[in-house]
């Protein structure tokens, strides 16, 4: 069967999201013939074009709102294609003067106050981020046109309930995506298509692809996948998605797929059948991770790719900036027991780890095809047994890579591991640090202290490997003296140099945590809920706070902003809210 795997708008730019590669890979290896595309990448290129531009001057002759932008629109006409041919990399230098929005001045004042090279960044790197604010700039007026437009995402706050696609149809966003998805479907003709939705602010993209198909080509089976759908549509009972879509798989993407192209019963997969929602239950055993082929590129436009340098801070940029090959080492968690993670889905409850000289395979068959030597390793969190013998590998092939990827600060990674790790290419790591707090901490059974944590922060920092921390704030039963004092650790271990990026987020309780089962244990009440047969994931609920997480969560992040560009470590911690 002729099979086009789809990449929907809006994702970052900077690479190929993981999904489309790797099961174009793996339907290539059942005999099918499975192509990709990112029509990501493809609606970004089209919008931010001479081209793209001249259509958005005139969608916003009649805005208010754009009059300055207007007023400058000759220059942007004249700079837009050579600013993004540099960050593609196309040219090594930009020899145009960039005109001069907010966020391009925001930048040039901060330049007043602390100079540019306080980071020790150089004149090319300068030249990219303010390339970076410039696109930020022009994102803005797209969003006068669109309010739901986003860099890299599309309307991602969504309703629980189907949205409307038709009522998009007027938008710019949504006009350029149907020319895109027609050129696609008449360039390759396929019978099945397949669209990935990893995150909310793709569902729109996606679902206006699919309308776009079945109106246009008929006949063509159309299915939805990804992590959005893995989370958010498990429950789904609204039939009225399957106006637009034939099928919605859950979970790992391999089976459900090859059931439907071979034409068999569907296993994890919700289809209409008879007006009603109908879900096909799992059966067998799915694909074995060390089984898998190497993910392939073929189809995707690489030189097209464009990365972006917004916030001057090493490992933040690490997510929106360079090539990376994204990787996925072991399907699910080898800890998967926190409280508030999604421990009861498929991609976190089920462990199964690749063998070390699979995954180096993999990555020299990646690094064959991309012409690239850099990793993103994109595991829920990367096992310490599995990274010794994978650094072992790496270091017995002698393979000059890069790589980072998610881990937790458990106390087994040993110094002699991470030494090992630097010398077989780790340049960062990113890991929860969430409420740091040690009863918190245990309550959520995270498995770590703030004491243990901090000791492997700081072998990290010594092996010279970049480390970002993900906080929380808002957790259950936390006071308000427990969220200062985890402020405070911070302010301490950025200080020292040992922690180089933190991100404060608002715990978020959802449907298939432990925490929404057994709710009293916690100490909080869920609230009513709208069930509407779509969408559930994120759930009301009510608890008992001596603080305004409102507040909090603003002085925590202007606290955590200031320490990143190494100011504010002598104001007490407490100093940052403003009541």
Sequence with gaps: MKILMITPPLLQPNTPYAATPLLTAWLRSQGHDAVQADLSLALLLKLFSKKGLTDLFQALETVPAAAGFLEQADAYLETIEPVVAFLQGRSSCLNVALPEGAHLARAYDQEEQLGWNFRGLNDEDRARHLCSLYLDDVAEAFKLADPDFGFSRYAEHLPASFPDVDNNRTSFFFRELEQLTDSLLAKHRPELVAITVPFPGCLLGALTIARRINHTFKGVIICLGGGYVNTELRELSDPRIFDVVD??????????????????????TFVREEGAVRFYEDAGEPVAHNE???PTFDGLPL????????VLNPVTRLWSDGRWNKLVLAHGCCWSRCAFCDTSIDYICRYDPAAPATICDWMVSMMTETGFNGF????????????????DEIL????AVEWWGNIRFEKCLSGELIEKMARA????????????CDRTLQLMKKGITVDGAATVIRRFADAGILTHAYLMYGFPTQTREEVFQALETVRQLMEEGALHSAYWHRFALTAHSEISRDPGRFGIRLSPEKRTGFARNEIPFKGDFDHDLEAVGAALRAATYNYQLGLGFDVAVESWLVE
């Design 292 to 294: 898998l082929p190497p």
């Design 425 to 436: 290419g780790c340049i960062a790591v990113t890991g929860g640090l969430e409420s740091c």
């Design 376 to 391: 993103h390793f994109v595991d829920e969190a990367l096992p310490p047994d599995l990274l010794d013998g994978l650094c």
């Design 396 to 399: 017995r092939r002698g393979l």
């Design 247 to 268: 099928c919605v798989c859950l979970d790992s993407g391999m089976t459900p797929l090859l059931r439907i192209a071979n034409g068999e019963t569907p296993v994890r």
């Design 303 to 310: 030189d097209d790719y464009f990365g972006l340098f917004e």
